[in-house]
């Protein structure tokens, strides 16, 4: 069972130009469209979400927030945070206007100061790939079923395709992995020699 709570950043807000409402709208994540988790020079992780991982998600009350932390801005449980999915991933679209700090976001995410989100959940299903590419080994975790989903967030820091604080222990563990079969089959391959140089009397 997967319990371990996550958080990833990859998605867009934009304020909605109506200008009697205070609605923001935009992506959680996006369906079968991979992206990168961690790159080096040995490994790259991948991850992509599949098109029914939300179906038996828990989403009976999700809230919006900043950073993950503090003050609530919206909340579906109040109908003021709709959740939806469509061809092309979880939409998520918010009205900040119940509260002072909640029209303040508006202003913010409308004049461009703050305009990624990032969303909290746990997975109850995934499984990983391997393969060899230009020779370095790329796993793809493909994420078949979210258990639930917690909120939904504005973020301050912008996106990018290093390794965020979010992703970071579900990278550690897998490169642990990783590392672990290398050191593995390094060992192997070393007592291999030794045993043949052996056999042929150190020659």
């Keep these: 069972m997967k319990t371990d709570r996550e958080f990833r950043k990859c998605a867009e807000f934009r304020a909605m130009d109506d200008a009697d409402s205070y609605v923001v709208e935009g992506y959680a994540t996006t369906f079968d469209q ?8 040995y490994y790259e992780l991948r991850e992509v979400v599949d098109s029914h991982a939300f179906d038996k998600t828990d989403m009976s009350d999700v809230i919006m927030q900043y950073d993950h932390e503090g003050r609530v801005f ?6 003021t945070l709709d959740l939806t999915t469509d061809e092309h991933g979880l939409k998520i679209t918010a009205n900040l206007g119940g509260t002072d700090i909640g029209r303040q976001l508006y202003q913010e995410i409308k004049g461009g100061y703050t305009d990624r989100m990032s969303f909290a959940f746990t997975v109850s299903d995934d499984k990983r790939e391997r393969e060899t590419i230009d020779g ?4 793809t ?4 079923g979210f258990r639930k989903l917690y909120d939904v967030s504005a973020v301050s820091t912008p996106a990018n395709n290093s390794t965020s604080i979010s992703a ?20 192997y391959s ?8 052996k056999l042929s009397g150190g020659k």
């Design 190 to 197: 070393k007592r291999k020699l030794a045993l043949k140089i």
């Design 34 to 41: 991979p992206y990168t988790l961690y790159s080096d020079g």
């Design 168 to 187: 970071r222990s579900f990278v550690d563990g897998v490169i642990a992995e990783l590392e672990a079969e290398r050191l593995s089959a390094l060992e």
């Design 74 to 79: 919206a909340r579906n449980r109040n109908k």
């Design 136 to 139: 370095k080994i790329v796993v």
């Design 141 to 144: 975790r493909r994420i078949l």
